[in-house]
Every structure is written in C-alpha cells, then in structure tokens.
C-alpha cells in the first residue's frame, strides 16, 4: 500500500529555511536505500536544493543530481523541475503545489510553517486519503 506522509515545519531552523528539512528528508531516505525524486518547483528551487545537499551538513553526504538524462539512473537521488521529465522513483519529495501522479511506494509533502499556505496541502491531503493512501503526520 502507498502511503502518503506530511511533515509539518515546526522548528525554527526548518521555519528559517525549509530546504534543510528537505535534505534531512532525502538523507534518511537515502541511508535507507530508498531511490527518491525530488519535484521541485521551479529551475531555481532544483539548484538551490542542489547546492543545500552539498553543504547542509558536513558530516553527511548525500549523492544527488539535477536531472540531466545523462547518467540520471545511478544518482540515488534526482532533483527534477517541472520542465524536466524523469521517470517516478518509489520515494517522492513533493515540493510543487499540486498531487503527485503516477505511482510510487511514498510520497513526502512538506507543510509550510505559515498557517496562510497551507490550503493546498490539505487538498493534497484529500486527493491522497481518496486514494486509499496509508496517511501519516509529523511535526518537524
């Protein structure tokens, strides 16, 4: 069963800059052999997300690239923006504003600290809980 999991941003480094959840979201993925896609929203956003993973952290490593087409397959972690297309991986971190399609084992959605924006992620909530989705909540 797929299951779909909110982490919501409590803690003031995350609120400060909630990319860093985003790196400590793809480590533990990573260190538990799960290949993940990170959507990001824009250009911009991937590359951000890209310099982050080098540097969020100096005692951990994170590989990870852009979504090129070259070499895509190996990189456990890809970071792709809506212009790019890449196949599905069984952990996805969302970071757009719609629901993620297709299929996957897991999908991860970060909750802005800001009450105001929190509107789509309960609609993605829906969409995922209508999908039979196993659902889950943190505070982070």
């Not at 896609?37 to 590989?63: C, G, H, K, N, P």
């Not at 996805?92 to 789509?120: C, H, K, T």
Request: aromatic share 8%; net charge negative.
């Amino acid at each position: 069963m797929s299951r779909a999991d909110f982490y919501l941003i409590a803690k003031e480094r995350f609120r400060d800059n909630p990319l860093l959840l985003v790196c400590e979201l793809a480590r533990k993925a990573n260190a538990q052999g799960n290949w993940t896609l990170i959507l990001t929203r824009d250009r911009a956003q991937a590359e951000e997300l890209d310099d982050l993973l080098w540097s969020f952290d100096s005692d951990a490593y994170v590989e990870h690239q852009i979504v090129s087409g070259e070499e895509d397959e190996i990189a456990p972690v890809l970071i792709a923006s809506p212009d790019m297309d890449t196949p599905m991986r069984p952990v996805v971190i969302n970071l757009r504003d719609e629901a993620v399609p297709g299929v996957f084992e897991r999908v991860l959605e970060v909750v802005p600290a800001d009450e105001s924006a929190r509107g789509p992620l309960r609609e993605r909530w829906k969409h995922y809980a209508s999908q039979g989705m196993a659902m889950n909540k943190y505070d982070m």
